[in-house]
């Protein structure tokens, strides 16, 4: 039957299998290129992305400093302070376009024009504007999330039922009560899953940044590396970008969860 829920043992089983099957294709992967060519570092086997990761984690000799302690604090701020300021602009114009048609009318074209510019496209453009310190970053991903995000919260806003907002009005309720007691509540669960959806485009628009101009960060590392062609340092960033990934959109999920406990569990 389409949609028949499952229970959670499968649902954890299947989730195990799928990355058991995984890890094991790629250990076949890495040992047929390495029966072709002993000294292939493309596709390096388990032992190397361990010496990958040591290197990650010990003292550089030069800079006495933790690639990864390193690359993470840039990376990380860069990331949070743009997705704050990039999701907490979308919740206010979104909001302010789903209440005022007035807003609507004026904001709807330019930030449906900016949403379908590519993030990456621009890069010329806040390099110029911005210049390369940490503040373009943090423009670059604000610019990413903002557009398309406060489009999702206009239209989620837009389909808060009048009724509701009429027996608001009728009860004695205010402009500011309405909005914060009834669209803000309602519009909750699909404000958290605009969220998550906006991770992953947030990490590919500050990646590339840091590929480009980075003087730190795991974009700047991963150049690097692969320059030498020393793929298990970069194997091994790209896991600890999935697993951000992941641990980022399971805790929002968790969230949902705790704040919103009437929304349809299986939407999640």
Known sequence: MIRRPINKRWRFGLGIASIVVLLLSYTWLSGRMKEENPNDTTIPSWSQLKDGVVRSLELGKRTEERWLAVDAVATGYRLFVGMFLGVSGAVVLGLMMGCFPRVEAVLSPPLTL?????????????????????????AMVTFGVLPSMALSVHLAVRDVPDEMLNKAYTLGASHVEVIWNVIVRHIMPKLIDAVRLQIGPAMVYLIAAEMLVGDAGFGFRIRLQQKKLDMSVVYFYLALLAVFGFGMDYILKKLQRLLCPWFNPVRQ
């Not at 590519?118 to 310190?133: K, Y």
């Open 114 to 138: 900016f949403a379908k510019v590519p993030g990456t496209a621009a890069l010329a453009v806040f390099f110029v504007m911005v210049g390369t310190d940490t503040e373009m970053y943090v």
